[in-house]
């Protein structure tokens, strides 16, 4: 496995970590949620928060910026619409993860039901 450099790896993080960052916020996921559905204009996704505006035209901005959010400006209305591949990526990774906890826990199952086996 190869050493990481810990100031490099802060000056550019993985696209992950954008991602997860951007998903840790309630108010993110709730928007990465009405998505889901179908694309919606900044009015129509600030509507149901109760924030000043320019304080969720912030939360928009993050998850544009890791690629979850792609946006497009028709005269003066601004609509977003979500972009999957991102959501693949963190997927991916949580499955991989999945997949090596499953592993690990099947490993302490079987060492555990040695010893039992080996103390009868």
């Keep these: 496995m190869p ?7 802060s000056q550019n993080p993985p696209p992950i970590d954008g991602i997860f960052r951007a998903l840790a916020d309630p108010t993110r996921r709730r928007v990465v949620e009405r998505l889901n559905r179908s694309p919606a204009s900044v009015s129509e996704l600030a509507e149901p928060f109760e924030m000043a505006l320019p304080s969720f035209i912030e939360h928009l901005k ?3 910026g890791c690629g979850l959010l792609q946006s497009e400006k028709t005269g003066r209305v601004r609509t977003y619409r979500l972009s999957p591949e991102p959501l693949k990526l963190a997927e991916n990774w949580l499955s991989e ?16 039901m040695n010893l039992k086996e080996s103390e009868k």
């Design 97 to 112: 993860q999945r997949v090596l906890w499953e592993r690990r826990l099947d490993q302490f199952d079987a060492y555990v």
């Design 62 to 64: 993050v998850l544009e």
């Design 3 to 9: 050493m990481i450099n810990p100031q490099t790896a």
